[in-house]
């Protein structure tokens, strides 16, 4: 097997204040991969990632980043990570220029001021490498921090909800840009609360939940696996409620029985569908219109999460 480019192991941290962030988290990360971390507000990614950079220590738990234990081998395996933090520390009077080139030196890479143009042009920042990051937009800002956390040539690049607050026009940027990064062999895990850029983007994914990584799959398995499709009947006439001849299919009555909707799983090589209809042709219900529709990641996630809830309550 390929050796993985970031392994976490049976990573777990509680803060001072007695909260249990993270619980025996495992996960490896393959080189050149997507990853895509997903979790409500508190689930713990933001902790997760502080502790990979660095930035938190775990109460337990190894990483091994590129080879290297992030604890034992700090500064070489800090130099293979790159991060784009959720908080936005920008409020400075440098430019931008200074501010990304000093970005590499810090990682102990030599000058490199052809990178660093690449870097900017890239990120449409070449224009602004002049100005004072005080006096940028907050999307310029946000461009920034991911121009200093690729001046040091990261294999390994975190982005902690790099299109939050930002418009269309710069999340297909980034998105842009994360692809272009990926085929030059860079490693992404990103955060995101916007599940379709998950969906667009992440070849795996990952879901947190209280501090537990409670699935990790293939994005096109996952959707597979969990994902539904919906028939959709639009009756002629509302029903007050299904007739017990159509029980052998679990439908639901919508839109106050204007609609009735048949779920089945994706992964069936066949359906029930021509029986239903013949049934209910038999039984003289009569329909306008009809769809289908294949739930999405949104629907699985929520779905997950949820049903998490319920089991801990
Ligand atoms: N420095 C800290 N001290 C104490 N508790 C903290 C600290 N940082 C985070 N926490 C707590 O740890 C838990 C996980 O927080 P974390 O920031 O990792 O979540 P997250 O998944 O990134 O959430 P979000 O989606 O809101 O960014 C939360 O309950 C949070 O309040
Ligand atoms: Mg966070």
């Known amino acids: 097997m390929m050796m993985p ?168 940027d980034m998105w842009a840009l994360v692809r272009g990064l990926r085929e030059k062999g860079v490693t992404i895990i990103l955060t995101t609360h916007y599940i379709e850029e998950a969906e667009e983007m992440a070849d795996r994914i990952g879901v947190i939940s209280k501090g537990e990584l409670i699935l990790v799959e293939d994005k096109a398995t996952l959707m597979k696996k969990l994902g539904k499709k919906q028939l959709t009947l639009q009756l002629q006439e509302p029903m007050d409620a299904i007739p017990a001849a159509l029980g052998q299919w679990q439908l639901a009555l919508k839109a106050n029985g204007n609609e009735l909707e048949y779920s089945f799983d994706t992964g069936e090589d066949h359906t029930e569908i021509p029986a ?9 219900i009569a329909f306008k219109d009809l769809n289908t529709r294949q739930s999405s990641l949104e629907d699985i996630f929520v779905s997950l999460v949820t049903t998490r809830k319920g089991a801990t309550a």
């Open 5 to 172: 480019v970031l392994s976490i192991q049976n990573l777990s941290k509680s803060y001072a204040s007695g909260l249990q962030a993270l619980k025996g988290v495992n996960l490896e990360i393959r080189k050149g991969e997507i990853f895509a971390l997903l979790g409500p507000n508190g689930a713990g990614k933001t902790t997760l990632i502080s502790i990979v950079c660095g930035i938190v220590t775990a109460s337990e738990g190894v990483v091994i980043a590129d080879g290297h234990d992030i604890v034992r081998d700090y500064r070489a395996a800090r130099t293979k990570i790159g991060l784009v933090p959720q908080e936005l520390a920008t409020d400075t009077f440098e430019t931008v220029w200074a501010t990304v080139n000093f970005s590499r030196g810090l990682f102990g890479r030599a000058p490199d001021p052809a990178h660093i143009e690449r870097v900017l042009r890239d990120l449409s920042l070449w224009e602004k490498r002049k100005d004072r990051i005080m006096t940028l937009s907050g999307g310029m800002k946000r461009r920034v921090m991911i121009a200093k956390a690729l001046a040091h040539e990261p294999e390994i690049l975190f982005l902690d909800e790099p299109t939050a607050g930002v418009d269309v026009e710069l999340r297909r």
């Open 276 to 284: 239903l209809l013949r049934r209910m042709g038999e039984l003289g």
